[in-house]
């Protein structure tokens, strides 16, 4: 049951669209992007783009390195990597995000 509360935790923190955005964009990025890039890119406050990285941090989807000032968020496609295995594993291979 453990691994259904997981896939219902991806879900919960995907069912937000702008989420769902930062996502994509992070992983359409060649690179880091800054939170003023995010800003710029979705015209979304900066306190909002912070507050929902923040989110994504908190289930390992996004990662953050500090770079002086700024914090450069990236996508860790290894955690998404597993949880997409476990919501094949959980709900059949045929089902795909």
Known sequence: MEKITKVAELFK??????????????KES???LCVNAVT?????SQS????HLRVLRQIGLVDGVRYG???HYSLNK???????QIVHQELGEDFTL
């Open 13 to 26: 923190v995907l069912s937000d669209p702008t989420r769902l955005k930062i996502v994509k964009l992070l």
């Open 30 to 32: 060649k690179g880091a």
């Open 40 to 44: 710029g890119m979705l015209d979304v």
């Open 48 to 51: 909002a783009v912070s507050q």
């Open 69 to 71: 000032f700024y914090v």
């Open 78 to 84: 290894e955690t998404l990597k597993k949880y997409m």
